[in-house]
């Protein structure tokens, strides 16, 4: 299986910026796609952004589009989140997430394996 490793998470004020890191070890797929999810204390997990491995295109939920960039790098096998323009409704827990299929979907059951999670607060 695939195991995914999380980092950057922090507490910011509004209007800040954060770098999320994603790491992918063991098995990796010629097709698939990176996923960034969120879950804020009573709600449901959402989507915020995914990437298609193969060429790098993105795709954002729109609550995020025009302040959140996805990225990769394929030395590392790395994802990233830049997340700019910071809001207090951003803070959530973030989950990487990787789908072994080629079309980007905000459906969190699609993807098969998950990071741990990393805590991020964005302070008034």
């Known amino acids: 299986q695939v195991q995914l490793r999380e980092s950057g998470g922090g507490l910011v004020q509004a209007g800040g910026s954060l770098r999320l890191s994603c790491a992918a070890s063991?098995?990796?797929?010629?097709?698939?796609?990176m996923g960034w999810f969120r879950q804020a204390p009573g709600k449901e997990r959402e989507f915020v952004a995914g990437?298609?491995?193969?060429?790098?295109?993105?795709y954002y939920a729109d609550p995020v589009a025009g302040r959140f960039t996805i990225s990769r790098d394929n030395a590392k096998n790395t994802v990233y989140l830049q997340m700019n323009s910071l809001k207090p409704e951003d803070t959530a827990v973030y989950f990487c997430?990787?789908?072994?299929?080629?079309?980007?979907?905000?459906?969190?059951?699609?993807?098969?394996?998950w990071g741990q999670g990393t805590q991020v607060t964005v302070s008034s």
């Open positions: 997430a990787a789908d072994p299929r080629w079309t980007i979907t905000p459906m969190a059951t699609r993807y098969d394996y």
């Open positions: 063991g098995r990796t797929f010629s097709s698939y796609v």
């Open positions: 990437l298609r491995w193969s060429d790098g295109s993105a």
